[in-house]
């Protein structure tokens, strides 16, 4: 997403076929681990001065997968995460 700019993912339904076509769905969200490789990857971008997709269309299709549940682990240990 990151090489598309964000003209092209400014729009979540955009976003969210993208998602889709990379196997991530309502029906298989995101892993924690595959939703924090993604906002690391901006952190990186942005850092680095690159151009960014847009970030408000992503937040908002990766909340659109938070289920009324938490995904996290009973015991969560950061050091599972790496």
């Given amino acids: 997403m990151l090489d598309l700019g964000p ?3 400014s729009d979540p339904d955009s976003v969210h076929a993208l998602m889709s076509r990379f196997g ?3 029906e298989s969200p995101p ?3 595959q939703a924090m490789e993604m906002i690391s990857s901006l952190s990186r971008a942005a850092v ?3 151009t960014l997709c847009d970030v408000n269309a992503l937040m908002t299709v990766l909340t659109s997968f938070v ?3 938490c995904s996290l682990p009973v015991s969560y240990n950061a050091d599972d995460m790496s």
């Fill in 31 to 33: 892993t924690v681990v």
């Fill in 7 to 9: 003209d092209i993912t």
């Fill in 24 to 26: 991530i769905t309502a």
């Fill in 67 to 69: 289920r009324t549940s």
């Fill in 48 to 50: 680095e001065g690159r």
